[in-house]
């Protein structure tokens, strides 16, 4: 199972940048998908998830600026990124998971499938 993301570059603060995940081998319906961020020295983060049904689930750091979809035809898991800020400065990944359930989808030692990552740089 290969998550291929993609999107990233280096924006200024106030800019949007759009995040693309897509599958190999895995299909994204009907199984939860997410976006985490890791910044230099810190700890990986829960940014947002789909559940099952596509009900979004977010970071408070994530709520109001940062939507997570996804395309049912080209089977892809978007994050819009709005009014981005120095702190969303991090290596954004996506996952997949078949198996979760909604109280463990924010920490990312529960998910099983993987993208490469992501880099989003936002200057001040």
């Known amino acids: 199972v290969q998550l291929q993301a993609s999107g990233g570059g280096l924006v200024q603060a106030g800019d949007s940048l759009r995040l693309s995940c897509a599958a190999s081998?895995?299909?994204?319906?009907?199984?939860?998908k997410g976006w985490f961020r890791q910044a230099p020295g810190k700890e990986r983060e829960f940014v947002a998830a789909l559940t099952r049904s596509n009900t979004p689930l977010y970071a408070d750091s994530a709520k109001g600026r940062f939507t997570i979809s996804r395309d049912a035809v080209k089977d892809t898991v978007y994050l819009q990124m709005n009014s981005l800020k120095p702190e969303d400065t991090a290596v954004y990944f996506c996952?997949?998971?078949?198996?979760?359930?909604?109280?463990?989808?924010?920490?990312?030692?529960?998910?099983?499938?993987w993208g490469q990552g992501t880099l989003v740089t936002v200057s001040s």
């Open positions: 996952a997949a998971d078949r198996g979760m359930i909604l109280s463990s989808a924010r920490d990312p030692k529960n998910w099983d499938y």
């Open positions: 081998e895995l299909t994204l319906r009907n199984i939860y």
